[in-house]
């Protein structure tokens, strides 16, 4: 089920919401988390029924796993160390067997010439979320971190709706507390009006700026079989933008879905394009994968602690493996693998001493995750270099006919005149877009710090009724989210 749906918005969030905080006014508080899981379940099932064995055979496992790593004594037969090793193998071989099978039966068919048959699995809904998820629970059980949580209390951790299919990738650490805390079982009105408030901001995201940018995004990338410099341009900001709103998008819906039930997830998104280097990007994009990613790959690998090679390292090893996590394919990897080179010259560039200024530092970070995306993007390595080629100009420079009396000189060096955004189906509206979403990560705040000193008033009640009733009439062209593919 999508969050930009009318049966999520009209039907299963407020019945869900009534006959939760029903069955909690009447103290059957058991009852009312085995209704959320139920509920959970059902949200997640919507799409195809035959993902739920998975998730519930993973819950069971990974919940006797974390169970026996709580207790205080080692098991007879089984050292804890060697029970973590099971668990984490497990879960990353379920993802594996999944999600790069195929990836791995293609590169050995290259490599060595056979002809092994693809299995062509469908990708199981929310894996990666929520294997990482569970992989954490893991590991802090190990480590002594996590208190003898009961099966449901577990259950309704890893399966709350708002989080389940494209996270944020929460905690246990601080989720649990807040379904057993008995204030968060009455009717909240301030969350209920910072719930509406943040799900319309992150619902208006996906369904008016997103999807308006995933035309131009996909028509240059999938269906142009060549962009001028223009065209390439405009098509690898309308995926940059489309992939920021449309993601941070989904994660306000989830941290306002999830406030209406007084649970608050962790922020996921501290506008990241503002970020003026690379590390800077990274504590603010995707805020909840890049902590998984130090806590428990960079950390673990040793950090920082062992000089500066093994520094290196460690950073490009985690922003692969970051890279794989994404997606079964070359590209994935590629940008992974950018990423980690682009923090390791940062690491050089700080140890030396050496400082950028802010709008020259921002200029450089914005046109390396712009680039990036491009590998991100990309079905094919032929895709990514078409649109690079057009960005640097390899496929020609085309103007607007209306320029070429004025600009008439220009032919001598190779500029054309005609329809320069024609190739992606665009016009000057694209162009309009593309400033309104540079406006709109610049110079607004995030709908975050919005939130923590908003104070409910006329001018914001109409400001949330309209967005929400624009958002709605867009409904009717349904899309799924980016992430959902992850």
């Known amino acids: 089920m999508l969050f930009n749906s009318y ?27 085995g209704f959320l899981v139920l509920s959970s379940l059902f949200f997640y099932s919507w799409w195809n029924i035959s993902y739920l064995p998975l998730i519930l055979v993973s819950m069971v496992f990974n919940y006797g796993i974390g169970a026996s790593l709580t207790k205080d004594k080692e098991h007879k037969k089984v050292s804890k160390k060697k029970l973590l090793t099971i668990g984490v193998i497990a879960n990353v071989g379920l993802l594996g067997y999944f999600k ?45 971190e996590t208190k003898e949580y009961d099966f449901l209390n577990y259950v309704v951790f890893v399966t709350f709706f708002p989080q389940l299919i494209a996270g944020p990738i929460v905690h246990h650490k601080e989720m649990m507390h807040q379904f057993e805390n008995v204030r968060n079982k009455v009717i909240n009105y301030k969350n209920i009006a910072l719930g509406l408030f943040i799900f319309s901001i992150g619902l208006f995201k996906k369904v008016v700026i997103a999807d308006a940018f995933s035309v131009w995004a996909t028509n240059g990338f999938d269906n142009a079989e060549i962009l001028t410099l223009f065209e390439a341009w405009a098509t690898s900001l309308s995926y940059t933008f489309q992939l920021y709103f449309d993601f941070s998008g989904y994660t306000d819906m989830a941290i306002g879905a999830a406030l209406l039930f007084n649970i608050k997830l962790p922020i996921n998104f501290n506008s990241p394009y503002k970020a003026t280097d690379i590390q800077d990007f990274w504590r603010r994009w995707h805020i909840t994968l890049s902590r998984f990613l130090r806590d428990y790959v960079y950390i673990p690998l040793g950090g920082n602690r062992k000089g500066n090679f093994r520094t290196i390292s460690n950073l ?43 709008i020259i530092g921002w200029i450089i970070t914005f046109n390396f ?118």
């Open 316 to 358: 490009m090893a985690t922003f692969i493996i970051g890279g794989i996590w994404h997606g079964s394919g070359w590209t994935f990897i590629f940008w992974g693998g950018g990423h980690g080179l682009a923090l390791v010259v940062h690491h050089i560039w700080n140890q030396l001493g050496f400082k950028l200024n802010s």
């Open 100 to 144: 790069y099978s195929d990836f791995f039966i293609s590169n050995v068919n290259f490599l060595v010439g056979s002809d092994i048959p693809l299995l062509n699995l469908a990708l199981p809904l929310a894996i990666s979320f929520f294997t990482f998820q569970q992989i954490a629970y893991l590991v802090d059980s190990y480590k002594g």
């Open 369 to 486: 995750v712009n680039i990036s995306w491009v590998f991100f993007r990309a079905k094919e390595w032929e895709d990514a270099i078409k649109v690079l080629k057009g960005m640097f100009g390899g496929s020609g420079v085309v103007l607007p006919t209306m320029l070429s009396n004025k600009l008439a000189f220009l032919s001598h060096y190779g500029v054309e005149f005609g329809g320069f955004v024609e190739h992606i189906r665009s016009d000057i509206y694209t162009q309009i877009w593309i400033l309104f979403g540079f406006i709109l990560i610049l110079l607004f705040k995030n709908s975050m710090e919005k939130i923590d000193k908003l104070k409910f008033n006329l001018s914001i009640l109409v400001f949330m009724d309209l967005v929400s009733l624009i958002s709605i009439l867009a409904l009717y062209k349904e899309s799924e989210f980016l992430y959902f593919n992850f």
């Open 7 to 33: 049966e999520f918005i009209f039907l299963f969030l407020p019945i869900t919401f009534f006959i939760y905080f029903y069955l909690n006014k009447k103290r059957l508080t058991e009852v009312s988390k």
